[in-house]
Structure formats: structure tokens, C-alpha cells
């Protein structure tokens, strides 16, 4: 059984479209973190969630943790093709740092 | 300041040969975890360093993977000998120490394939 289900696992939209993709645990966390991962480059750090409840702005991107710190949204508005790329989660949990498996966002023009 | 640098950018070898994969962690980080991406089992830890002291190893697949960490601004992963289920992409990533909220920088990867 996996730490972090994120879904959904594929998404393909197109320029202009909303979504929001999902990260879920039965466990409670300290903190969550986001990061992209664009083709052919290792993940790059998005945001730090730390509070239940906490929402973070990055841009057109909207995070937020949920009250109970178990899991996790990330929201695009208007979504460009810069924004194509692997979305993954992660914890630290145990002394070490869990990822989810990914959200594979294509972002047509 | 560079990032985590890792080398080669690619790899093709052919089954049985030894592979080494170099990492040089970001000047300052204390910590350095080297990662394994495949698209079954996603981004897996192998193994992860702590002032260049291995912490924890338990997610080396096999014997045949072995890291070291001479200093604090290199490490290395090596497998011998290689074989066609180890294709995939390898990651090196560095941090501050226990900074949970810190996150990781990771490196550009390197991407292995055995035939």
C-alpha cells in the first residue's frame, strides 16, 4: 500500500482550463510538500505545507492542506503548456522523504 | 550556485559491465540521498547520507548496489554487475541535514539503460 495516492494519474487539458489534482493519505503528516517535475529534469520543489488548513499561492497555482494534515490539493488556473509536467507529493515520514506516484499533467495548446 | 551535478547525463552499457553514476551535492548541504525513477514504481530512495556517513541503505534492490561518499562534495553509485531490469533514471539530491520543510534539491539524473 502506497504512503500518498495521488490522482488523477494522467490529465491532459487544454490552455485555459482549471483543475486541481489530489494527494491523500490515512496518515497524518507535520508537513507536505509539491514539486514538478518537467521531462528529462529531477523534481524541483514547489511549496512547504505545514498547517491544517493552510492555503499557498504560487502564481496561477493554488495549494492547500487539509484540515486534518492527511492530504493535500493543488489547483492550476488557466492552465498554460509551461505547466506540463509530472506533480508529485511528498512527506517526511520515519526519517525519510516519501513521494507520491505522480500526476502526469499535458497541457495543450 | 550550480545545483547538484550529476554525471553522465546518460548511460548505455551492456549487461554484466559495472556502472558508476557521480553526484556533487549543492556547497553546504549536509545531506545527500541518491533516488531510482522507474515508470512502475515511480521515485524510490536507495540509499541517503548524513555527513557523509550512510543513515540508511535499506532500499539498495540488491548486493550488486553498493555508494559511497568519500567527502562532502561527491558521492558516487555503483552497480555491479549491471543487468536490463536496472534501466531507469537515477537521481542524486542534497539538503540541509534533518530540515524537514526544507525539501530537496535534486539533480538532472542520469539516465541508465542496460542491454
Known amino acids: 500500500t502506497q504512503l500518498l495516492e495521488q490522482s488523477p494519474q494522467f490529465l491532459s487539458i487544454q490552455e485555459g482550463e482549471n483543475l486541481t489534482v489530489y494527494c491523500n493519505s490515512s496518515?497524518?503528516?507535520?508537513?507536505l510538500q509539491w514539486y514538478r517535475q518537467e521531462p528529462g529534469e529531477g523534481p524541483v520543489l514547489l511549496v512547504t505545507?505545514?498547517?491544517?488548513?493552510e492555503v499557498k499561492k504560487l502564481k496561477r497555482l493554488t495549494f492547500q492542506f487539509g484540515d486534518a494534515r492527511k492530504d493535500s490539493s493543488l489547483h492550476i488556473t488557466a492552465a498554460q503548456p509551461g505547466d506540463t509536467g509530472l506533480y508529485l507529493c511528498?512527506?517526511?515520514?520515519?526519517?525519510?522523504?516519501?513521494f507520491g506516484s505522480g500526476t502526469k499533467l499535458n497541457v495543450k495548446p | 550556485d550550480a545545483g547538484v551535478i550529476q554525471s553522465p547525463r546518460h548511460e548505455v552499457t551492456e549487461m554484466g559491465q559495472e556502472v558508476t553514476l557521480r553526484c556533487k551535492p549543492i556547497?553546504?548541504?549536509?545531506?545527500l540521498f541518491w533516488y531510482r525513477q522507474t515508470m512502475m514504481r515511480g521515485l524510490e530512495l536507495l540509499i541517503y547520507?548524513?555527513?557523509?556517513?550512510?543513515?540508511?541503505d535499506s532500499g539498495m534492490p540488491e548486493d550488486r548496489f553498493s555508494a559511497k561518499m568519500p567527502n562532502a562534495s561527491f558521492s558516487t553509485l555503483k552497480i555491479q554487475p549491471s543487468e536490463p531490469r536496472d534501466s531507469a533514471v537515477y537521481f542524486c539530491?542534497?539538503?540541509?541535514?534533518?530540515?524537514?520543510?526544507?525539501?530537496?534539491?535534486f539533480g538532472s539524473g542520469t539516465r541508465l539503460t542496460v542491454v
Open positions: 539530491a542534497s539538503n540541509f541535514g534533518w530540515e524537514k520543510s526544507g525539501g530537496y534539491t
Open positions: 496518515s497524518v503528516f507535520s508537513s
Open positions: 511528498a512527506v517526511y515520514n520515519f526519517n525519510k522523504f516519501y
Open positions: 547520507f548524513n555527513n557523509n556517513v550512510p543513515i540508511d
Open positions: 505545507v505545514v498547517t491544517g488548513g
Open positions: 556547497s553546504g548541504h549536509n545531506s
